[in-house]
């Protein structure tokens, strides 16, 4: 039991570096990631698939992806993992750490980058750099049917009009007979520029409060 603590203490040191997460913080993580897999070593989305709070999220499939796309991983790998250790499991958590008043300004840069990056792999479902017009009309359908108050139509007229408008933004002198190939990553950055992320982006489908995973608490 002693050794097995040890290797276990070993282990969350090791991982403190590569996520910013405290060792306390990387134990209550473990706990959590137990529970979900069961006790399991790896983690599979039918696990993700049971969580109850996440079965009425209207982009569950984009959530549940995130967790084994390769490219949240830090590595510049594109792919998809069929399940994923705890490690894996502890770098995509690391997208959702909020700051904390020791943060400085340019690590808080780094992490906003981060997390809009994770934001834009999951609209960017094939991997090819840019959000199209057929994965953005994805998104939007599946957030305003999801509501019942707007038919699958009117969802898509609205994706094909906001498209149209980030486009004319983007790119202001496209001709009528151009083709807008999609939304870019640098092109992502602008359209969220004002918007505040670093306190607001939550897993609480987890059951974790997120608050609690402040960098340096």
């Excluded at 990553?185 to 059951?207: A, G, P, Q």
């Amino acid at each position: 039991m002693g050794a097995a603590q040890t290797h276990s203490e070993y282990q969350y040191e090791s991982m403190v570096g590569k996520t910013g997460f405290s060792t306390e913080q990387i134990k209550n993580l473990h706990m959590r990631f137990q529970q979900l897999s069961g006790n399991e070593k790896t983690l599979r989305k039918e696990h993700l698939e049971k969580i109850p709070a996440l079965a009425s999220n209207p982009i569950k499939t984009e959530i549940i992806e995130a967790f084994f796309d390769k490219r949240n991983q830090h590595n510049n790998v594109s792919g998809s993992y069929e399940e994923i250790g705890f490690e894996e499991f502890l770098m995509v958590m690391s997208h959702f750490r909020p700051p904390s008043i020791k943060t400085s300004e340019e690590e808080r840069l780094a992490m906003r980058k981060q997390k809009v990056r994770f934001l834009f792999n999951m609209h960017d479902t094939d991997g090819d750099g840019k959000i199209t017009l057929a994965e953005y009309r994805k998104a939007v359908e599946d957030l305003l049917s999801e509501s019942g108050t707007i038919g699958q139509e009117g969802a898509t007229a609205i994706a094909d009009a906001a498209m149209l408008e980030v486009a004319s933004t983007n790119v202001p002198n496209m001709g009528p007979d151009d083709f807008y190939e999609g939304i870019t990553f640098e092109h992502f950055e602008l359209i969220l520029k004002d918007l505040e992320m670093e306190s607001r982006m939550h897993v609480r489908f987890l059951d974790m409060n997120t608050a609690n995973l402040r960098c340096g608490k």
